[in-house]
């Protein structure tokens, strides 16, 4: 009976001496052993969100995709005919492919043989070759296996590239490398496309989960979509427009946007010359941005209906009001003159901005007091930014304190001497089309934030008024002068047939390095239908050939453009007469 | 006891003291035990189906959970397949969806983009609009330039200078 007892306590303190072994020693290591044995950890990568345009198709979207890893360690025995069928079938090179298939030592046991192949291609071509290259046994071949790599697609290729930007990875070679976006909103909304990772864990058997096994799973968060305001196939005719447009001209390079008059949203966003999203690489990093947020320029002669509008909501001025422009007008630093040799005119101010004279301006801003001017430019959003939730945004600058001399008040009353980005321009132009209210563009429907905090989108655009509605009404009907054929207007090549429309040209000395260096922007800025605006377009064209000007290189891309939009969206002529305010007295 | 007990408090006056003792007597009475063996045979074969029952129905349980998650498997890869395949023609579809693409097509068949349209008004049939026929010259560039040759592939022609064979002396590469 003792003996037995004592067995007992013998046998009992072993297990005790295991239980403290077990317990107190290094229990986590234990435990680590435990949940390893059959335990899988997956990860559930989140979903990118798509970039959709205005109607819901596509601009960036994801799909399952999937690297094919290899062991050399068994390809190496098979590895010309393994490169062979990977090199036909998945276009990569036989050679690499041929090397990676046989690496030996540190890297024996796993090589990338492709990344980012569309799934069923990958799953399809890996189980063929497990079934061609089977063992003895008539197990499959275990050398080759896929993994996933969900692949970022832009089907549009160029079209918006320089809006969307793309995907890749960040970082040096060798380091842990991310997927991030590395240009355009891929890059500056990387946060709210990318969602949050999730995690799943399960205990296996056999390759099947067990039913009543642990099983814990972290949902991932997918990223939420981005909805642009940019219309797909406008975009698209917009590109080939401007294309057009820069090489008929012998021009760098060229920007266009397309306004909605009454929302501000961008309809389209155009730069020439621009990149393939899909394709990267093969382009100049320099054309990964988008000029018309990131250039800045002297605006040139657009800038005067700005002027000439605050002329008008300041009581300042009228379009019949009555100037003698003398063809030079002698300032302090240096004479003014305009872009054709001329004695003195006898202009209305209708007729000072159709023909776009800048001594004639000149004469009209000389009634602004001191400061004036300034403060209608910055409410029609010169010198900010626009806030489209691109990144690099320049703000463009407007003189200000001592800087504005009346030497550069005087230049900045006919566009010189401030620098503006084209979107910044298209919004000041539109406020005119808008009645006098200026509303804020935008790129992207409802509300998102950007990377660094900042919610953009069209639910938290502001509008504001910059100038009065008859103001506006009265700087349109002079702007219809300017499309009127000559001797009156400058630009009958901007008329669109059919409807009535207000605009203007521009050509400004083009500053390099902090100097004029003889080359040219040309532009111009308009909207239709005159007597109830819809879209605001904008076309600037960088450096054309000597001789290009505002009317003659811009003006037909403008009409085509506007032609087009207003045919997509059913805007029909609205039938009344042109303006007929007389450009001389 | 409710109703008895009207009864038993009017007892001293109805009926005399021995006659209560009597009375109480007769009511607890010790009975004899009945003693009843009741067959075990059912009983057993009662737990027994019930234990074997319970051990198959787990067991028929576990088998087909373990099936449904066999099935589970299978089917999770097939639906793997299934969403590749969709995601890859939809891919296809996109890329046919491209407007470049439809741009070319549309050339292809001789379709020129009009500069020019009318509206036809259904209500008045009026047409306004100065609507004119496309023609070649109204056509655009439907191809981006690709991208620019890097330095390295374009690299400036070398020029030597070759001095002019004279007297019969061949020309030498300076």
Known sequence: MQIGFLLIAIVLSVFAARLVQLQGVDPRSYAQMAAQE????????????????????????????????????????VAPELATILSERLGV????????????????????????????????????????????????????????????????KTVAANLVGFLGENGKAGEDRAIVGLAGLEDSFNTYLSGKDGEARYEVGAGNQIPLGDNTVTPAVDGKNLTLTIDRDLQYYTQRVLQQ???????????????????????????????????????????YRSSALTDVYEPGSVEKVLTISALVDAGLGFKEQRFKVPGQLNRQDRPIGDYWDHGTLKLT?????????????VLAADQFKKGQLRGYLTRFGLGARTGLGLGGETRGIVPQGAAWTSQVGDRIAFGQSLSVNAVQMTAAVNTIANGGVRVDPTLVKGAARTDDGTAIGTDVATSRRVISEDAARETMLMMERVVQPSPIGVAPGAQVPGYRVAGKTGTAQRVVDGRY?????????????????????????????????????????????????????????SGTKPNQTPVEW | MSATSPLRNRLPYVAPRIAQAALQRARLTVVPRRRTQAPRVPFVTFVSIILLGGVVGLLM???????????????????????????????DLQVLNDPA????????????????????????????????????????????????????????PVKEKVKAATDGVPATVQ
């Open chain 1, 38 to 77: 059959g335990q899988r950890t997956v990860d559930l990568p989140a979903t990118r969100g798509e970039i959709l345009d205005r109607n819901g198709k596509p601009m960036a979207a994801t799909v399952d995709g999937r690297m094919v890893v290899a062991d050399p360690k068994v390809t190496k025995e």
């Open chain 1, 93 to 156: 090179d036989y050679f690499e492919t041929l090397r990676r298939l046989r690496v030996e030592g540190d890297g024996g046991r796993f090589q990338y043989i492709a990344r980012q192949v569309p799934a069923s291609k990958a799953e399809k071509v890996v189980a063929d070759i497990q079934e061609e290259f089977k063992d003895d046994k008539g197990r499959p071949f275990a050398g080759l296996a896929t993994e996933r790599d969900p692949l970022r697609t832009y089907p549009n």
């Open chain 2, 101 to 156: 693409h439809v741009a070319a097509a549309a050339e292809r068949l001789g379709l020129v983009m009009p500069t020019g349209a009318g509206v036809l008004h259904l209500g008045s049939g009026k047409i306004s609009g100065d609507p004119q026929p496309a023609t070649g010259a109204d056509r655009l560039p439907l191809e981006p330039p690709g991208p620019r040759r890097p330095a390295e592939l374009d690299p400036p």
């Open chain 1, 349 to 361: 101010l209708a007729g000072i901005l159709a023909k776009s004279s800048n001594v004639g301006t």
């Open chain 2, 61 to 91: 349980f576990n088998t087909s959970m373990q099936q449904a998650s066999f099935r589970e498997t299978a089917l999770q890869n097939q639906a793997t397949d299934l969403g590749a395949q969709q995601e890859a023609l939809e891919m």
């Open chain 1, 245 to 287: 447009t820069v090489t008929k001209s012998g021009g760098e390079s060229g920007i266009a946007v397309i306004q909605d008059t009454r929302t501000g949203e961008l309809l389209a966003l155009a730069d020439y010359p621009t990149y393939d999203a899909a394709d990267p690489y093969r382009y100049d990093k320099g054309l």
């Open chain 1, 517 to 573: 260096d003889g080359s040219l922007s040309v532009s111009f800025a308009g909207f239709a239908p005159a007597d109830d605006p819809r879209f605001t377009i904008y076309v600037v064209v960088h450096r054309p050939r000597a001789g290009s000007g505002g009317g003659s290189v811009a003006g037909p891309a403008f009409a085509k453009l506007m032609s087009y939009t207003l045919r997509r969206y059913g805007v029909a002529p």
